[in-house]
């Protein structure tokens, strides 16, 4: 049994295209502004109900290790972004127990 593969943009466009009556370039314009907006809000976190939110987190400075030569190296304190997935998301997926 093949292992089902991830929807494409196009097929996500054309889905939703057909499910709301909007145009393919209605859809994709759409898209296309909802990720430039959580690009340009994700600094202050960035919500999409139901689905989830970006949010930056602070990531400390630490002592790691070279897996080649086993030396001790220092990595410096910088920011991530994050991805935290929704309550619904997750229950939809794996149900409560």
Request: charged share 30%; aromatic share 4%.
């Amino acid at each position: 049994m093949a292992a089902k593969k991830a929807l494409t943009k196009a097929q996500i466009v054309g889905g939703l295209a057909d499910k709301c009556g909007l145009s393919k370039k209605d859809v994709n314009a759409l898209i296309t502004e909802l990720v430039a907006l959580a690009y340009k809000e994700a600094k202050n976190g960035f919500t999409i109900p139901g689905l989830g939110k970006l949010v930056v987190q602070q990531r400390k400075a630490r002592t790691g290790r070279n897996p080649a030569t086993g030396e001790a190296i220092k990595i410096p304190a910088k920011k991530v972004l994050k991805f935290r997935i929704a309550k619904a998301a997750k229950d939809a997926i794996v149900p409560a127990k």
